[in-house]
């Protein structure tokens, strides 16, 4: 049975730092493309993040350049989100996301909330 189970999330002044965390089953995680998306209240899911398994080459969303990095532990088959200096717009449900050929796998979400 396949499985992405997020954590890390919660409340978080602005200027704060949170780091998020997905961990993997039931799939080869190390050849699946990972990628973190977030939803936003009345807003379409977008993507923020992804990371590749061949040389782990990265990509991101501009509005988050400078301030997120995605990493992988293919050892711990754990996809990771460091976010730092967060902004209000950055408030969301993040979901991490493995795609792999015919597949395409979500996990459950997790809030982050940005808020003084």
């Known amino acids: 049975q396949v499985r992405l189970v997020e954590s890390g999330g919660g409340l978080v002044q602005p200027g704060g730092s949170l780091r998020l965390s997905c961990v993997a089953s039931?799939?080869?995680?190390?050849?699946?493309?990972m990628s973190w998306y977030r939803q936003a209240p009345g807003k379409e899911r977008e993507l923020v993040a992804s990371?590749?398994?061949?040389?782990?080459?990265?990509n991101y969303v501009d509005s988050v350049k400078g301030r997120f990095t995605i990493s992988r532990d293919n050892a711990k088959n754990t996809v990771y989100l460091q976010m730092i200096n967060l902004k209000p717009e950055d408030t969301a449900v993040y979901y991490c996301?493995?795609?792999?050929?015919?597949?395409?796998?979500w996990g459950q979400g997790t809030q982050v909330t940005v808020s003084s």
């Open positions: 039931g799939f080869t995680f190390s050849s699946a493309i």
């Open positions: 990371i590749s398994f061949i040389r782990s080459s990265t």
């Open positions: 996301k493995a795609v792999q050929i015919g597949a395409v796998y």
